[in-house]
């Protein structure tokens, strides 16, 4: 059950609701991260993915065309297509694992993707030096 | 009401033979399971996982037997003399309205409403830090709040006791699906489903097509009768070549009434970007006198407003039904699921249950450092330590709780306090093997288990 390096903490950054209820997360700088990560490394990813998710849940007219055609066509549309919120959420979870790879990963940290936490939080895994500990 | 049957454990086999038990449960595991499968609200799933619907549904067959013998009788006896006197299109129609009326019902009952998938323990355990609880000994904490700006009005978020999390503005959690659901609007028993931020538009044009289908077929069957009495007849003697049509008429006449006036006031809802919920507790009208100022969601368009709740983007289903248990999560989650949640699932709960006992007998034979007290690790459970631990000392003692005295000396929680009803379940009750049970009690059905892992997984009693 335990991975091959300890979890040292985890971070949570909640969402930020004061412009409704879209998707946008806090961009404080949490203090566990001191030490670990460049504040404004840290920002410009949560900003990032602000921006994302605010595309995702833009009422354009290209969403509000897919609709439409959804609904004469009693939603079997989605059989053969994806949503435009899934399609953005795929360009997510690649932004994710992209910054993981490159930003987090080498500084002990894995990002989760909210996603997998019903979007109310973005996980950050604080992982132990092992070369230092016990 | 589905009930978990528990398999008796003897806690003999167990003791002889942990290391092959051990080897038995991380067989069984080996088959992936499913997220459906250990979700913990109160809903059924259908085809694995694709379909959901609430557990208590009484009433939608009863609607949908509605529609279809009313749409039926109306094929079947109104349409024949209608198409010879007036058009071919009535039926035409008729058909349409039906398709959509049953396409968006089917629709709005099967579709996640938008539910919010529970806190997992670290987010709980996070959460819980951050609010001063300063080892408070009351059984519940007060309500907690945290008021935020929304568009520079002040909203106030609800501790969820059961999700384990700040709800989300405009969401709110339904005591029947046990479910926090997003843009809540209301459980609507009709369709046997919540109406939430995603299925709400499949309800809103399920009852203005419903209005519209019942609005014509009423129509369509006044004009018969008056058709057939106008041919030298009188209305009695119509009414007697064509009784179905008296059917039909009284249905759609007690119908219209009711879905006419839901849909003028989800119409009123959707123009005004407001929930069903919100607009009964009065959210924002208590504020100023005209609803649109005082609701931070609104766009004060009528048009956007509309476009937004009916033609936005729809958003994910965020509890991922049909995706995989990772293998090592499977047994914490197995574990904690069968004895803290009401069950839920129809297949392999039996296996589930053996095997989550099975599982949780063997932490506890593991486990020597007891961490079931810690007081640090786990302030949370406080409250349900604090009760089973004053059971033991008060209430008599059994066969079927002598465990939980002894247990309760070792500072291990007990499994099995003296104090339920439930006569279908069988539960945990030896967690040393040195305790031998003459005879393991079937009437137990809350227990209380507080595991010394680092996660902390915590079963609590069940809340009915």
């Known amino acids: ?134 | 009401m589905k009930n978990c049957e528990y398999q008796q454990i003897d806690p003999r086999a167990l003791s002889v033979s942990p290391q092959s038990a051990q080897n038995h449960a991380d067989k069984k595991l080996q088959r992936p399971r499913r997220k459906w499968q250990v979700f913990p609200g109160k809903n059924r799933f259908f085809c694995d996982g694709r379909l959901i619907l609430a557990r208590q549904n009484g009433i939608l067959p009863l609607t949908l037997g509605l529609i279809i013998v009313t749409s039926g009788l109306f094929f079947a006896f109104d349409c024949p003399f209608l198409v010879t006197h007036l058009t071919v299109f009535i039926p035409v129609i008729g058909g349409v309205l039906f398709m959509f009326v049953v396409a968006s019902l089917l629709r709005t009952s099967f579709t996640d409403p938008g539910i919010l998938p529970r806190a997992t323990a670290d987010e709980a355990a996070d959460i819980e830090r951050q609010i001063d609880t300063s080892g408070s000994s009351t059984y519940r904490p007060p309500p907690r709040t945290k008021e935020i700006l929304i568009n520079q009005q002040v909203v106030k978020l609800k501790y969820c006791f059961t999700c384990k999390m700040f709800r989300p503005p405009r969401t709110s959690h339904c005591s029947l699906c046990d479910n926090c659901v997003e843009r809540f609007d209301h459980h609507c028993p009709w369709v046997g489903n919540c109406v939430g931020k995603r299925n709400y538009r499949y309800f809103y044009s399920f009852i203005i097509s419903l209005s519209f289908l019942t609005s014509f077929i009423f129509g369509c069957v006044i004009t018969h009768i008056t058709l057939r009495s106008q041919a030298g007849k009188n209305i009695v003697q119509a009414i007697q070549e064509s009784p179905a049509s008296v059917v039909e008429l009284v249905i759609c006449f007690f119908s219209i009434w009711s879905i006419l006036g839901l849909s003028g006031f989800h119409t009123y809802l959707v123009a005004s970007n407001l929930t069903t919920n919100e607009d009964i507790k009065g959210s924002w009208s208590s504020k100023r006198g005209a609803e649109e100022s005082g609701n931070p969601y609104s766009y004060n368009n009528i048009i956007t407003n509309c476009c937004v709740t009916l033609c936005g983007p729809m958003p994910p289903s965020l509890i991922d039904r049909r995706g995989f248990l990772p293998p090592d999560e499977v047994i914490s989650v197995a574990a904690a699921s069968e004895v803290e949640l009401p069950p839920f699932i129809p297949k392999s709960e039996a296996n589930m249950c053996t095997q989550s006992t099975k599982d949780a007998l063997e932490r506890m034979l593991h486990s020597t450092d007891l961490h079931g007290l810690c007081p640090s690790g786990t302030p949370k459970t406080t409250p349900m330590v604090l009760e089973v631990l004053s059971a033991p000392e008060t209430k008599e003692l059994s066969l079927s709780s002598g465990c939980s005295h002894q247990l309760a000396r070792q500072a291990v929680v007990d499994p099995c306090p003296p104090f339920s009803k439930n006569n279908r379940r069988d539960s945990l009750h030896s967690i040393n093997p040195a305790f031998r049970l003459a005879s393991p009690s079937p009437t137990l059905s809350r227990s209380v288990l507080v595991l010394g892992e680092g996660p902390d997984i915590v079963f609590s009693p069940q809340q009915h």
């Open chain 1, 1 to 134: 059950m335990r991975q091959q390096v300890a979890v040292a903490a985890k971070v949570f950054i909640q969402r930020d609701y004061t412009n409704g209820t879209m998707c946008q997360f806090q961009t404080k700088f949490p203090s566990d991260l001191e030490t670990k990560i460049d504040k404004q490394q840290f920002e410009e990813t949560i900003r990032t993915l602000n921006n994302l998710y605010a595309e995702a849940e833009k009422l354009s007219s290209q969403s509000f065309i897919e609709g439409c055609l959804a609904c004469l066509t009693a939603y079997t549309v989605f059989l053969c297509m994806e949503t435009h919120y899934e399609k953005v959420l795929k360009k997510i979870a690649k932004y994710i694992q992209e910054q993981n790879e490159k930003v987090y990963a080498p500084r002990g940290l894995l990002l989760t993707d909210p996603i997998e936490r019903g979007l109310r939080v973005i996980e950050i895994t604080i992982y132990e030096d092992r070369s230092f500990s016990r």
